[in-house]
């Protein structure tokens, strides 16, 4: 697969979503973000402002995560998180699934609950979270399509905080569901750039990772 170490940035998600990330931290990867002309940041909520201010000017986009990490927030809190991050900056939404409610097949919940985050997110791309270490390849299968027919635009694996991340195999079933009628993005234990490049090859089109940098840096010379 010919892929130039540009093309590889602009698929990078710089990613920092743990509780105890500071203002220091923040900092610094909206710094490696602009430095390497990642995609984007990817930042809890009350980030958002902060972000958008320190990438203004920069093409590296604001990706707020939405319902993170457990994806069981009601509809109505997850729509409004995702219209105040759009409304301090977001350009994307990484919204989680209500897992409990696809295992217990209430699919027009699910359906609804994605839709609502699409309708409050305006422009912004939004990606649904399967988190599909707790999925079997059947319930991958329908939470992708119960995301495209909610206005989706991208499906993502994993949280990084759930049973595991992404595996080959997930972006592959994910990819025969979807097509070109949605992007995958690929995300949880993404730490070099052999692990990248096969999940690229799989059909990613988006990886998220905290190892951004040294993925880069993984990189062929």
Known sequence: MELTIEQLAKM????????NASRKKIEKICEEARHHNFAAVCINPV??????????????????????????NLSEIKAKEAELAVSQGAHEIDMVLNVGALLDKDYDYVKSDIHSVVMASGSASVKVILETGFLSDEEIRKACLLAKEAGADYVKTSTGFGPRGASVHDVEIMQDVVGEDLKIKAAGGIRNFETALELIKAGADRLGASAGVAIIKGFPK
């Open 47 to 72: 980030h958002v402002q902060y972000v958008s201010d320190l990438l203004k000017g920069s093409s590296v986009q604001v990706c707020c995560v939405v319902g993170f990490p457990l994806g069981s």
């Open 12 to 19: 990078i998600d710089h990613t920092e979503l743990k509780p």
